[in-house]
C-alpha cells in the first residue's frame, strides 16, 4: 500500500497531465508484465518495434524492468498539461547523473522492500552503465524515441484524443462533485481518504511507503487498468520530482487505427451529424446554438483523432466527416 500525504494545499496543486513518453511507458511496461491485456494489434506492434529496431536496453530496462521496477527517469514530469515528445525524450538524455545511480540501485542491487531477491541484474543493462551515466542515459533517449515512431506515433492522435476526453470529463467531474470524489472514481485500487491519496497495490505485494507531498500529477492511460504509482521521493532524494500516478482512461476500445477510435460523449456525435457536408465553424455553432469556441475545441479533438477532414477555402477553414457517413455506421 501506498500512501501520499497531501493535506488542503497539496489537494489544491492536484494536475492532470497527458504525457506521450509515459503512454509509451505504459505500453512498455504493459508488454513485459501483462501482454494478454493488451489487444492483439498493440502487441504485434510493440514486439515488432522491440525486435526490428533492436531495442534491447529500452526492453530490459523499461519494458517491466529489471527485478520489476521500471526506472522513474524514463518517465519525466511532464511540466505542463501536455509536453510534446520531443521535450520529454530531452529531459530522458539530460537526466542528472546523481538521479540516474539513485534509481538504479533497485535495478541492480534489489528492492529496499524485496531484499532477498536473488535475481542477477541483466548484463546488457551492466554492460550499458559500465560506458557512464551519460552514454546509459542518451541511448535510452535514443531508444525511446525510436520505439515512439514505431509502435506509438502512428496511433497518437487517436489515443491522445481519448486521453484529453478523460481529463475533460475529469474536469466536468469535479466541477459537478469536487476533487476527493472524481479521485475516488478514477481507479478501483486508488482511493481519497482522511487527507491521504491511498493506492492499494496487488495482492501478495509488501511494499509500504508514506511520504509527504504539495502536489500530486495525475496522468490517464489506456494501457492500464488499475492505477501505478511512479516517482517515490523518500528523504534525501536527488533531484526530487512530485509524485505521479497514472491511471486507466475512461473505457473505449482503442486499437492501432485511428478509424477504430470511438467517440465520446453526446457532443461530438451531434457535431459529427452536422458534418455531412463541409462546414465551417461558425456555420456549425449557429446550427447548434454553441460558441464557436466551444465548437472549434470539440472539432479540433475529432481532427486529431481523424474522424473529420479540414481544408480551406478563401478566408474559411471547412470540416467534412470522413466519407460522409452517419456516425456509428460503416
Not at 514505431?150 to 469536487?178: Q, Y
Not at 456525435?269 to 472549434?296: C, D, F, G, M, N
Request: proline content about 8%; hydrophobic content about 40%; aromatic content about 6%.
Amino acid at each position: 500500500m501506498i500512501r501520499i500525504r497531501l493535506g488542503a494545499q497539496g489537494l489544491g496543486s492536484v494536475r492532470f497531465a497527458v504525457s506521450p513518453v509515459g503512454s509509451a511507458g505504459d505500453l512498455l511496461s504493459a508488454i513485459g508484465s501483462s501482454a494478454s491485456t493488451l489487444a492483439p494489434p498493440w502487441r504485434t506492434r510493440t514486439t515488432h518495434a522491440l525486435s526490428r529496431h533492436r531495442l534491447g536496453l529500452l526492453a530490459v530496462v523499461g519494458a517491466g524492468g529489471p527485478r520489476g521496477y521500471a526506472p522513474d527517469f524514463l518517465r519525466p514530469e511532464p511540466h505542463a498539461f501536455q509536453t510534446d515528445i520531443d521535450t520529454a525524450l530531452h529531459q530522458i538524455a539530460t537526466t542528472p547523473h546523481d538521479r540516474i545511480r539513485y534509481e538504479l540501485t533497485a535495478a541492480v542491487g534489489g528492492h529496499s522492500w524485496d531484499p532477498d531477491s536473488s535475481r542477477p541484474a541483466p548484463r546488457q543493462l551492466l554492460g550499458a552503465l559500465d560506458r557512464g551515466e551519460d552514454h546509459f542515459a542518451r541511448r535510452l533517449a535514443d531508444e525511446m524515441a525510436r520505439f515512439w515512431h514505431a509502435a506509438l506515433a502512428p496511433s497518437w492522435s487517436a489515443v491522445r484524443a481519448r486521453l484529453e476526453a478523460d481529463v475533460t470529463a475529469r474536469a466536468s467531474d469535479i466541477a459537478h462533485c469536487g476533487l476527493a470524489e472524481t479521485l475516488n472514481r478514477l481507479a478501483p485500487n486508488l482511493e481519497w481518504h482522511d487527507g491521504e491519496l491511498v493506492i492499494h497495490l496487488l495482492p501478495g505485494s509488501v511494499h509500504q511507503l508514506t511520504l509527504d507531498a504539495d502536489a500530486v500529477i495525475m496522468t490517464p492511460s489506456v494501457f492500464v487498468d488499475r492505477a501505478v504509482f511512479c516517482a517515490a521521493e523518500p528523504p534525501g532524494a536527488p533531484d526530487p520530482r512530485a509524485p505521479l500516478i497514472v491511471y486507466p482512461a475512461a473505457k473505449a476500445d482503442c486499437l492501432p487505427s485511428a478509424q477504430d477510435h470511438p467517440l465520446i460523449g453526446a457532443m461530438r456525435l451531434k457535431l459529427l451529424a452536422e458534418l455531412s457536408q463541409p462546414r465551417s465553424t461558425t456555420e456549425i455553432a449557429q446550427r447548434l446554438y454553441l460558441s464557436p469556441a466551444t465548437v472549434s475545441y470539440h472539432l479540433q479533438i475529432l481532427h486529431r483523432a481523424g474522424l473529420v477532414t479540414r481544408t480551406r477555402r478563401s478566408r474559411h477553414v471547412l470540416y467534412q466527416r470522413l466519407g460522409g457517413t452517419k456516425p456509428g455506421t460503416r
